[in-house]
């Protein structure tokens, strides 16, 4: 009970911003959809009613008020290969599948290992996908024909191409003026209302949304894939699903952190793992094709006011209106206008202070910066993450491995303590053996656990390698103010480490006693 109130306000923490927000986002949905659509080789409808499911479900039951979800190119390069092989009813079984996997994640709350990701591979994120969103812009520059019964796309030139350009400098001017004068309504509305009106009134002959395809449909049904269910089928939609999950669960996570930043709030990540899991699961059996959140879409919410449930839910209700009723009205939008509210969402997405902190910030995490960005835009934003968190990792271990160090004094017994300062882990086990000199030790030998912890199987074989070595020479190795968690893992490791520890906490105390 306590959870409702708190749920109630986030769906409608300013209800005139927010459906204000939702009818602009899903003006910027439509051609995105459609062109996710053509992307993956399905009917733009089969784009559009994934956007519809997914924006809808994860507006009301996510883990990140005011974040958009709907059909993606992340997704949809993933299906591609699975549509043209197997088609389409295989694509819906995989999408089902790759929901089921979601919400399994959330379920096993591996949505907080989005802590891991460090900032420099945050920073090469959000770079690359703004570099991606602008190059999806640059199409509208093209206009398409034919060549040997093949389409080709050949650049604007001339009066086209300088009308393109001037109207959508003219939306971003807009957007510009209309964001400094006033927050009540948001900015990009303005600008694709203006130049819409202003090409209509003109008669301007330019590229509008009814050119890339007809919007025109009904509500999506129940369907249950045509396929057969059984082994021979999850072997081959299997790979696909695998890869939809885990990119559908990268993008999300990594726009939810951003909006955080942004908004200076936190969400629930396990929470948006199982709405998206839902609402892919919902996708496979009403004829969707799946989708994540979308950061492009999600940057116009928030930059325009929508900070609520409210804003999501109205931009996937508005979408399901356009379809249903009004395609129409938004298939005279001027292609322009998009682009140029997209153009301002790149300059609003790219981390311009990345440039700034570039020779200020160690150079591995400039590299990984740069590293995360290019795989983005050359290849595939799962694999640039999980690059990006592998190489920072190893670097920290790198790094981490050279910290280890020892002070060595004798005790009034004559026992060589050795005091050691850092982290005992896989990387630093070279470093440890070379700390001791077993040649050249006293019989009786303690190493001061106080400012070092272990970490690890690979820590414990260290220890008991060096207590052998000392075994061998006919002397004795003792360890005094281990950690709680270093005596767990000697307890865990049982016969595998036989060393003596000395259990009393006072280091001079349990010399004295064995003395």
Excluded at 122 to 144: E, R
Excluded at 209 to 230: K, Q, R, T, W, Y
Excluded at 397 to 402: I, L, R, T, Y
Aim: net charge negative; charged share 15%.
């Amino acid at each position: 009970m306590t959870e409702l109130p708190t749920w109630r306000k986030s769906f409608s923490s300013n209800i005139k911003i927010d459906i204000l927000s939702g009818l602009t986002v899903a003006l910027a949905l439509v051609p995105e959809a459609v062109a996710f659509s053509f992307v993956a080789g399905v009917d733009p409808l089969v784009g559009l009613y994934a956007a519809f499911m997914v924006g809808l479900i994860t507006s009301l039951f996510g883990g990140r008020p005011g974040m958009i979800s709907g059909a993606t190119g992340a997704v949809a390069v993933v299906l591609v290969a699975l549509v043209a092989s197997h088609g389409i009813e295989y694509m819906f079984v995989a999408v089902l599948l790759a929901g089921v996997l979601q919400f399994g994640a959330g379920l096993l709350r591996l949505g907080k290992l989005v802590r891991l990701v460090p900032e420099s591979v945050m920073f090469g994120f959000v770079n690359g996908l703004a570099i991606i969103i602008f190059l999806a812009q640059l199409s509208s520059f093209q206009n398409k024909i034919m060549v040997d019964d093949a389409v080709v796309m050949q650049w604007m030139t001339g009066n086209q191409l300088y009308l393109m350009v001037g109207l959508v400098l003219g939306t971003m001017a807009i957007i510009l003026g209309t964001s400094s004068l006033t927050k009540a309504i948001p900015a990009p509305l303005v600008g694709i209302a203006a130049i819409t009106l202003l090409v209509h009134f003109l008669g301007i002959d330019t590229t509008t949304v009814g050119d890339l395809a007809s919007i025109e449909g009904g509500l999506p049904s129940f369907h249950i894939p045509g396929v057969p269910f059984n082994l021979e089928t999850l072997k081959i939609i299997f790979p696909y699903a695998a890869i939809v999950a885990s990119v559908g669960l990268i993008e999300s996570l990594m726009t939810m952190s951003l909006l955080d930043e942004m908004t200076e709030t936190r969400g629930r990540g396990n929470r948006e793992c199982m709405a998206l899991g839902v609402a892919n699961m919902v996708n496979g059996v009403f004829g969707g094709m799946g989708g994540c959140a979308m950061i492009g879409q999600s940057v116009i919410n928030i930059e325009s006011g929508g900070r609520g449930r409210l804003s999501g839910f109205s931009a996937s209700m508005f979408l399901l209106m356009f379809v249903l009723f009004a395609s129409g009205l938004i298939e005279q939008i001027p292609i322009a206008a998009l682009t140029g509210v997209m153009f301002m969402v790149v300059i609003g997405t790219f981390e311009w202070s990345s440039f700034r902190v570039m020779g200020k910030i160690p150079r591995a995490d400039a590299f990984v910066i740069v590293l995360v960005s290019g795989i983005t835009v050359m290849h595939d934003l799962a694999i640039a993450v999980f690059v990006g968190v592998i190489v920072s990792a190893l670097v920290f271990a790198w790094e981490k491995s050279k910290h280890i160090s020892c002070k060595t004094r004798l005790n009034p017994q004559g026992w060589k303590i050795y005091e050691l300062d850092g982290p005992l882990f896989f990387g630093a086990i070279g470093d440890f053996r070379d700390l001791f000199l077993p040649n050249e030790d006293p019989d009786d030998v303690i190493i001061d656990f106080a400012h070092c912890r272990v970490y690890g199987h690979s820590g414990l074989e260290a220890i008991d390698a060096l207590g052998e070595r000392y075994r061998s020479m006919g002397k004795k190795l003792h360890l005094v103010h281990l950690s709680p968690e270093c005596k767990i893992l000697l307890e865990k490791a049982g016969d595998m480490v036989e060393i003596n520890m000395l259990e009393d906490p006072h280091y001079h105390l349990a010399v004295d006693e064995l003395a």
